[in-house]
C-alpha cells in the first residue's frame, strides 16, 4: 500500500499510527502542503482526493481511500488484529465519540485552509489566528478530560488497556497542542493517555519528526 | 429511547434519520440552541454532553450516547437491519469518506458557535459569515460530487438502492445549504441522492419543519 502523507498533518498522522498498530507494509508518499502553492493541489493529487487534502491510501489493486476515520474504520475491518477499537458497543461509542470530539470539532476548524481563509478573507492576524487554534483546542480538550474523568476506573489509556481510535485521534491532536503553545495542566488524563500511546512502537514510528519528509530541524 | 434534539440542528436531524430508519421508538427532548442563552449551555445538560452540543441519546437503561456519527455506528451494530452502511468494505470506506467530508469539513465550521465566534471575536458581519458558510458548503459539496462522478454506474443513491451514512449526512447539509441561500445547480448528482432520500417516510418524519419544537412558520 502508498499513503499520501505530510509529516506535520495531524490526519495523516493517525492513519500512519493506524497501519503501524496494524503492522501493515506500506509505502509513504510525501506530498507537500506548503511547497509551490502546495502539492495536494496539483491536478493528479486532486484526481486521487477530489478536497486536496491528506491522506490517501492506494492499495496494491488500485483502490483509493481517504478522510483519515474512513480509512481506519477498513483497516479495521479488513485487519482486525489488534483491534483499534474494543469489543463492547458502549465502548465501541464511546471511542469513537473520543475519537470525533477531536476529528470533527477541532482538527477541520485548525487545519491548513481555514487558517488561510482567516487572515486573507477575515483579515485575522497570526495573534488572532493564534487565539483561534487555542480556543478550538481547548474546548475540544476540555470535553475529552471530562469523558474520561466520567468514564469510571483510572486507566491509563482512553479505553481499555491498550491504544485504540481514541489515542489514534488524541496523540496528534496533543503534537498540535504543543505546537501552538497551549496549556496542557488542565488535562491531566489526556496528557497520561498521550504518554502510554506515545511511549508504543507504532506512535514513536509514525511520529511527525521521525518522516522521511520532516525538515531537519524537526528533529528525528 | 429519548433523543435530546433541535429542530433545525444537522447532526440531531441525522440521528432523527437514523433511528426512524432502523424503526426505533424514542421520545424527543428539545434543547432550544437559542433560548435563553441556550439551554444546551445548562449544568444539567452539559453533565449529559460535555461539549454542550446536541444530539445526545439517552438509553432505558440510562446509557448515554453522544457524537451523530457514534451514535450512527452504534445503531448499525446493536440493530443491522436495516443497514446504513454497504455490505463491501470499500463501499463501506467509500460511504463513509463521503459522509465525514460533510460532518468533519462542513458542518463543523458553520455550527452556531462558530458563527458567534466569528461575530464576536473576529467581527465578521452578517455579510462575511454568509460568505464563509457558503464558501465551506462549496468545497464540501464539490468534493462530494467529485465523488460520485467517479463512483460508476448512475445510480439515485449515493452508493446502491438505497440510503446509507451518506444520505443520513447530505440531506441535512442540503437542508442548511438551502437555507443560507447556496446555488446548488452545480451538484445535480446531489440533487438526486438528496430527492430520492427525502421521499422516503424515515427522512420525511425526521425533517426539521416536522418537529414539535419547530417554531409555526416553518411550515409542518
Redesign the interface.
Known amino acids: 500500500m502508498k499513503l499520501y502523507s505530510y509529516w506535520r498533518s495531524s490526519a495523516a498522522y493517525r492513519v500512519r499510527i493506524g497501519l503501524a498498530l496494524k503492522g501493515l507494509a506500506h509505502t509513504i508518499e510525501p506530498v507537500h502542503l506548503l511547497a509551490g502553492g502546495g502539492e495536494q493541489h496539483r491536478a493528479a493529487y486532486r484526481e486521487l482526493q ?2 486536496g ?1 491528506v491522506p490517501v491510501l492506494v492499495e496494491e489493486d488500485g ?1 483509493v ?3 483519515s ?3 481506519l ?2 483497516l479495521e ?2 485487519w482486525p488484529q489488534p483491534p483499534l477499537l474494543p469489543r463492547g ?2 465502548d ?3 471511542v ?2 473520543f475519537a ?2 477531536l ?3 477541532v ?3 485548525n487545519n491548513l ?2 487558517l488561510r ?2 487572515a486573507e ?2 483579515r ?1 492576524d497570526e495573534e ?1 489566528r493564534t ?2 487554534i487555542r ?1 478550538w483546542i481547548t ?1 475540544g480538550f ?2 475529552c478530560e ?2 474520561l474523568a ?1 468514564h469510571g476506573p483510572e486507566e491509563r489509556f482512553v479505553c481499555g488497556d491498550g491504544p485504540t481510535l481514541a489515542e489514534i485521534c488524541l496523540v496528534p491532536q496533543m503534537y498540535n497542542a504543543r505546537r501552538y503553545g497551549c496549556d496542557l495542566s488542565p488535562y491531566p488524563r489526556l496528557q497520561a493517555a498521550d504518554e502510554a500511546a506515545r511511549a508504543l512502537p507504532a506512535f514513536l514510528a509514525a511520529a511527525p519528526e521521525r518522516q522521511a519528509d520532516a525538515p531537519v530541524e524537526a528533529g528525528a
Chains 1, 2 share one sequence.
Open positions: 477530489p478536497q487534502l483502490g481511500l481517504f478522510q476515520l474512513a480509512i474504520e477498513y475491518e479488513r458497543a458502549r465501541r461509542a464511546f469513537r465519540a470525533l470530539v476529528a470533527c470539532e482538527h477541520p476548524l485552509r481555514v481563509y482567516l478573507d477575515l485575522a488572532a487565539r483561534w480556543h474546548l476540555e470535553a471530562a469523558m466520567r
